[in-house]
Each structure stands twice: as structure tokens, then as C-alpha cells.
């Protein structure tokens, strides 16, 4: 095998790669075997027709496309890792010789990883935004907390007060008539979720168990059902339990069965650290989405078309792959939402692009100052990917591959050209209106 390479415009390159006539000679023997058992010439039971006769009464190329598909994946494979492009796309087949006893030549069209050129990338603005945990966020936090481990708790000698869960059956009448899907039983209900439209809700405010009560109400004008859409309806509600969320005390008792700490004081203080930290990272992460989006603007990025055709189809594949955890296939989604596979391409097709000139203008930096992944840097990033995927870190790089290992390299690397980014950013305060805003 040998090849020669082309530098073609738009970040494109071709490969021009020679099979030799022996070895394209094997593909078409493998050809031939696999093909046999399929062909009949007279006088022969099927799959013992010499070659020889096959080709002379099919013609001498019958077996040239299997022969083809067997040399070409291999040959490419050999060409592409010995060029030294860094190919970021599947290539595109054109056969140029194919003919018994000589060389088998085809060319592989790719698109080859382009260089950001950067603009300014130090010093860029970013919005001054304050770390500031209050008391009030502490006790919602801790409330949320409470909330989750709260006891339902069925009540039976006092009235529906908001926020209570109202067990009942209903049903649901226009002018007199059951209407389809109006009808329910055993529904729990949360007085004040505004689950059900206009003042359901709030009518069932007052009552016990055992009461019956009528429920008007008006259903909005932009209701899907064109029969109910803006229309008075009666719903005929019975109240068959009432139940109370019970939430435990914020004492030291809960602070020592929800947290490490023994008292509330202690539990508190331990929230608070970790609210100013999620915020922080918050803060932090958005300085970097500041900073990259203002650098990617001044920067110049070729994108060959077929790079982002092939970040399209991965998204597309990680969408798929979303959907299937929650059993839905794509297929499925595409008849539920009326979507072609092409609507969804264009759909994905410029948040692709933005993730590709991301990644460009980041390694950009990074070539540009010298940052790199240390041993120090890419086993912390094993040791958190190895708690995501619950491994032992040590079983995780046992089972990568050098590619693998090389890409945790250069998503540490990207991620420290990021950090340098916020590092090297100027905070300015924040416009009047994104002010006013928050």
C-alpha cells in the first residue's frame, strides 16, 4: 500500500492510496467465497462454478465492488494513520482503477481539523457578579431538605387548607354532559399546585371528607380540546381523604439524621459553605461562557462542511441515546413530534457548530500559552470519571485504549485553556439593565 496526500481548500484534504494487484487480488478471491454459494452456471451445483467461469460468463468485474469494500476499510485505515492528518470526518470513496493483475487506486476525501486564529483572548470582559449567600437562601435550602423528608399524614377533623392533599373523585359536565377524559378517582390533589385550571382548586378550600361539591370553573381559550376551549363546566368533586405534609423540625435531632453534624448550628454552617460554593462554581462557569463566546466572536474558524456533518450525526446519536433511556426510540419521537431526520439535523446542525469552534479556539489557546495536561492533572480527571462511572480507577485505565487516554489529555488541556480565560478576564459591572434583571 502506498498513498500521496492532496491539501485541498476549506480544510479538506485527499488521499490518493494504492492497493497492490496481489493484495487486491486476495480481496477478490475473498469475494468470490463469500459470493459462490449464490451463483449458478449449468453443470454446476451451486457454490462449485469455478471463478474463472463465472467471470467470463458474468464478466470480469462481477466480483470488483465485494473485492472493493473488502481492500478499501483496511487500506484507509493504514493510509490515514500513517499521514498525519488529524481527520475529523468520514471519508468519502471514489474508486480511479480497478482492472485484473494491476493496482487497485481510489482516493479518500476528508476534512482535516483546522487552527483557530485567534484575535484578543486576554483581558476580555467579563460581568462582576457578587458570591453572596444570605440567611433566606440557607432556610430554603434547609427546607428543601425537610420537604424530602417529610411523613404524609391523612387528617380527618379539620377543613382543606391550602396546601393540603385532597384525595377525590370527579366528574366533569358541559351543559349537563359528561365530556371524555372529565373523569378521574383516587386523584391525589395539592391545593395551591394549580394542577387543574382556574379555581378548582381553591373551591375545594373548606371542605371535609365525605363532602360533596360542585366545582365550577372555565376552561382557558387556548385549550387543546376545540369542544372545552373557553367553555363553563361543572365538575362533580367528592372528598374521600385529606392529607397534611409533615415536615420535621430543623433541630439538631434532623441536622444529625439528614447531615455529619450534631447540631443545627453546625448543619447550617455546612450548607452555607456548600451554597457559596455551588455558587462560586456557577459564577465561575459563567465568566468562562462570557469569556469564550466574546473570544470565539474574534476569532476566525474555517469549518469544513463534513466536520460538522459528523458532529451533527454524534449529537443525533446522543439524542437517540437520551431517548432510549427514557423508552422512547427515535423513530417514535420523530411520529410524535411530526419532525423529519433532516429537521432534526438543520435543528442540531448550529448548536454543532458552536461546540466545534469552542473546542477549536480553546486548543487555539492553549497552543498559544504553552498549557498542557500533567500525569498530576489527567489522574484527577480519571479519579472523578471513575466515581461517574462507579469503577475503580485503576479497572478504568486498564480498560482505555491509548486514543482514550490521549482525548482525557486533551479535554484537561481544553479545560485549563478555559480556566486561563476567566484568569486572564477583566471583571466590569454588570450593565444597568441585566441589573434590574437580576
Same mark, same amino acid.
Given at each position: ?86 481527520? =475529523?470526518?468520514? $471519508? /468519502?470513496?471514489?474508486?480511479? *482503477?480497478?482492472?485484473? %493483475? +494491476? #493496482?487497485?487506486? &481510489? ?109 365550577? =370553573?372555565?376552561? $382557558? /381559550?387556548?385549550?387543546?380540546? *376545540?369542544?372545552?376551549? %373557553? +367553555? #363553563?363546566?361543572? &365538575? ?203
Amino acid at each position: 500500500m502506498s498513498y500521496e496526500v492532496e491539501n485541498l481548500e476549506h480544510s479538506m484534504a485527499k488521499i490518493t492510496i494504492e492497493v497492490s494487484a496481489d493484495v487486491f487480488e486476495a480481496a477478490v478471491v475473498k469475494a468470490y467465497n463469500k459470493n459462490k454459494n449464490r451463483i449458478s452456471l449449468p453443470g454446476f451445483r451451486k457454490g462449485k462454478a469455478p471463478r474463472k467461469l463465472i467471470e467470463k460468463q458474468y464478466g470480469s468485474n462481477i466480483f470488483y465492488e465485494d473485492a472493493a469494500e473488502i481492500a478499501v476499510p483496511e487500506a484507509y485505515r493504514e493510509a490515514a494513520k500513517e499521514c498525519g492528518l488529524d481527520i =475529523v470526518s468520514r $471519508p /468519502e470513496i471514489d474508486i480511479v *482503477e480497478i482492472e485484473s %493483475g +494491476k #493496482p487497485f487506486v &481510489f482516493t479518500a476525501t476528508v476534512a482535516v481539523k483546522p487552527e483557530a486564529k485567534l484575535g484578543q483572548y486576554k483581558g476580555i470582559e467579563v460581568d462582576k457578579q457578587e458570591v453572596k449567600i444570605l440567611a433566606a437562601d440557607v432556610n430554603a435550602e434547609i427546607d428543601r431538605v425537610r420537604e424530602q423528608n417529610s411523613r404524609i399524614m391523612t387528617v380527618d377533623d379539620r377543613e382543606i387548607e391550602m396546601n393540603d392533599i385532597a384525595v377525590i373523585d370527579y366528574e366533569g359536565f358541559l351543559d349537563g354532559v359528561p365530556f371524555e377524559g372529565g373523569k378521574g378517582e383516587d386523584y391525589s390533589l395539592t391545593i395551591g399546585s394549580h394542577t387543574f385550571i382556574d379555581t378548582f382548586e381553591d373551591q375545594l378550600i373548606g371542605k371535609k371528607p365525605g363532602d360533596e361539591v360542585d366545582v365550577n =370553573v372555565t376552561f $382557558p /381559550e387556548e385549550y387543546h380540546s *376545540e369542544e372545552l376551549k %373557553g +367553555k #363553563p363546566v361543572t &365538575f362533580k368533586v367528592v372528598i374521600k381523604e385529606v392529607k397534611v405534609k409533615e415536615l420535621p423540625e430543623a433541630d439538631d435531632e434532623f441536622a444529625s439524621e439528614v447531615s455529619e453534624f450534631e447540631t443545627m448550628k453546625e448543619y447550617k454552617a455546612s450548607v452555607k459553605k456548600m451554597l457559596t460554593d455551588r455558587r462560586k462554581a456557577q459564577v465561575n462557569a459563567e465568566k468562562e461562557d462570557q469569556a469564550l463566546e466574546k473570544v470565539m466572536e474574534l476569532a476566525e474558524v474555517e469549518m469544513p462542511g463534513p466536520m460538522v456533518e459528523e458532529q451533527v450525526s454524534q449529537m443525533i446519536n446522543e439524542f437517540a441515546s437520551r431517548l432510549g433511556q427514557q423508552g422512547l426510540s427515535i423513530d417514535q419521537y420523530m411520529q410524535m413530534t411530526g419532525m423529519q431526520p433532516q429537521m432534526l439535523m438543520d435543528q442540531m446542525r448550529p448548536e454543532a457548530e458552536k461546540r466545534i469552534k469552542s473546542r477549536l479556539v480553546l486548543e487555539a489557546v492553549a497552543k498559544a500559552e504553552n498549557i498542557t495536561a500533567t500525569e498530576e492533572d489527567i489522574d484527577e480527571q480519571l479519579k472523578k470519571m471513575a466515581e461517574m462511572y462507579h469503577m475503580d480507577v485503576e479497572k478504568l485505565k486498564e480498560s482505555m485504549g491509548e486514543e482514550d487516554k490521549k482525548q482525557v489529555a486533551e479535554d484537561v488541556m481544553v479545560e485549563k485553556a478555559a480556566e486561563f480565560l476567566v484568569k486572564e478576564s477583566v471583571e466590569v459591572e454588570a450593565a444597568a439593565e441585566e441589573k434590574e434583571e437580576e
